[in-house]
């Protein structure tokens, strides 16, 4: 399997277990809501990890880089968030200019870029600390985990 198609099965696996691989509005997350969903997916690969791996102090490892891979999602969360009010701050501004959406835009390009580069050398970091077949087997078990939150027949998708 190519590196990226690992990347993207490690991110949306990732965002599947905390249940928003399906289509989320941005606004409907808010407050102490948001942190249970977050600790909810965290909990749910947690479970994943400790049936998968036989090294218990390897298998600690792995889960505190899951706590990193959720902090480093929520902060995309969020900047996807913020530049999302941006935009609408500036569609209801008749004098907005087509270069102050492309700075928005930009912007949040490279956020998600920064955020998706961050996660990619977790899941590397993770990897290394497991074995070819511990590896599968979590990868396997959170693909099956994420089509609970498939809605309809599309598969799991995310910005990240």
């Known amino acids: 399997m190519t590196k990226m198609r690992w990347m993207v099965l490690s991110v949306v696996g990732m965002l599947a277990l905390g ?4 289509h989320h509005h941005h606004y409907g997350m808010e407050g102490g809501k948001s942190d249970a969903y977050w600790q909810k997916g965290q ?3 947690a ?6 791996m036989k090294d218990p102090a390897k298998a600690a490892q792995v889960k505190a880089i899951v706590g990193e891979i959720v902090t480093e999602l929520k902060a995309g969360r969020e900047q ?10 500036l569609s209801a501004n008749y004098a907005a200019t087509a270069e102050e959406f492309t700075k928005v835009m930009d912007e949040a390009n490279n956020q998600r870029t920064k955020t998706s580069s961050k996660i990619l050398a977790l899941r590397f970091k993770m990897k290394d600390l497991m074995t070819a077949e ?6 396997d078990q959170m693909l ?3 089509s609970k939150y498939q809605h309809g027949s599309a ?4 910005s990240y």
């Open 80 to 89: 996807e968030r913020t530049a999302h009010r941006q935009l609408y701050a």
């Open 144 to 146: 099956s985990y994420s």
């Open 19 to 22: 249940g928003c691989s399906g």
């Open 134 to 139: 511990e590896w599968k087997a979590l990868s």
């Open 43 to 45: 909990q749910d690969m």
């Open 47 to 52: 479970g994943l990890v400790d049936r998968t």
């Open 155 to 158: 598969a799991p998708t995310s």
